[in-house]
C-alpha cells in the first residue's frame, strides 16, 4: 500500500538554527498537506500543495512540493521556541478521500 | 462555524472489555470523516473512513469497527479490547476530498 516517509525522525536544534524535514511517498500524489501537532495536542492544518514544484512561504515557514509530486520539505529559518512540535506531511492520492499521514518529525528547540 | 466534538478525552479500559468512542461535527453537511490512531511517538495510521451515511472504508483489519448513524456521527467501536489497542485516537472531517482535515482534540486509551 501507500506509504509516506519522513527525516528525520527527531530533530534537536539550538534556537535561531535551520530546521529542515523531508516527505517521501512511495506513489505519486495529487497533493500533499502539512500539519503541526504540538505536544499533547493534536494535528493543526498547516498548508497544501497542489501544483508540480510549488512553493510556498508562511513568515519563517518554506514549504515545498516535488516536480515529480512525490516528494516534499518544510524549512523553519531561525527557529523559536513555539515551534517545538511534530511535524506531519499527509499525502492525498488521485481518486481516493484517504490523507495518508507520514511518520512525523519531531522538533525540539533548545533556548 | 464548524466544530468537532470528540469524547472522552482520556478512558482506561480492561482488556476484553468493550469500546465505544464518539466524534461529532457541527456546523456543515454531508463531511468526510476520518478515525486515526497514534501510538505514543509515533505517526498518525488511518483506521476508517466515511464518505456518507452507512459508509464505512477499512483500512487495517483489526478488532476495531466504526459506524455512520447519522451525517455527522462518527464512532469507533471494539466487542474486546486488546492491550494493543492502546493509543491517542483522534478523529477528523474535511469538506471534500483534498481539501484540509479538521482533527478533534482525541481520545486517549490505555488498555490495561
Known amino acids: 500500500g501507500q506509504q509516506v516517509m519522513q527525516i528525520p525522525q527527531y530533530q534537536h536544534v539550538q534556537e535561531g538554527e535551520d530546521f529542515t524535514t523531508y516527505c517521501n511517498s512511495s506513489t505519486t500524489l495529487s497533493n500533499i498537506q502539512w500539519y503541526k501537532q504540538r505536544p499533547g495536542g493534536h494535528p493543526v492544518f498547516l498548508i497544501q500543495l497542489v501544483k508540480s514544484g510549488e512553493v510556498k512561504k508562511q513568515k519563517r515557514l518554506t514549504f515545498q512540493f516535488g516536480e515529480a509530486k512525490k516528494n516534499s520539505s518544510l524549512h523553519i529559518t531561525a527557529t523559536q521556541t513555539t515551534d517545538v512540535g511534530t511535524y506531519f506531511c499527509?499525502?492525498?492520492?488521485?481518486?481516493?478521500?484517504?490523507?495518508?499521514f507520514g511518520t512525523g518529525t519531531r522538533l525540539k528547540v533548545l533556548a | 462555524s464548524q466544530t468537532i466534538h470528540q469524547w472522552p478525552a482520556t478512558l482506561v479500559q480492561p482488556v476484553g472489555s468493550p469500546l465505544s468512542l464518539e466524534c461529532t461535527v457541527e456546523?456543515?453537511?454531508?463531511?468526510?470523516l476520518y478515525w486515526y490512531r497514534q501510538a505514543a511517538g509515533r505517526g498518525l495510521q488511518l483506521l476508517f473512513y466515511?464518505?456518507?451515511?452507512?459508509?464505512i472504508s477499512s483500512e487495517v483489519p483489526q478488532n476495531l469497527s466504526a459506524s455512520r448513524p447519522q451525517d455527522r456521527q462518527f464512532i469507533l467501536s471494539s466487542k474486546k479490547l486488546l492491550l494493543s489497542d492502546s493509543g491517542f485516537y483522534l478523529c477528523?472531517?474535511?469538506?471534500?476530498?483534498?481539501?484540509?482535515?479538521?482533527f478533534g482534540q482525541g481520545t486517549r486509551l490505555t488498555v490495561v
Open positions: 499527509a499525502g492525498l492520492t488521485s481518486g481516493t478521500y484517504k490523507y495518508i
Open positions: 456546523g456543515t453537511s454531508n463531511p468526510n
Open positions: 466515511s464518505v456518507g451515511i452507512g459508509q
Open positions: 477528523a472531517w474535511s469538506v471534500i476530498q483534498h481539501t484540509e482535515a479538521f
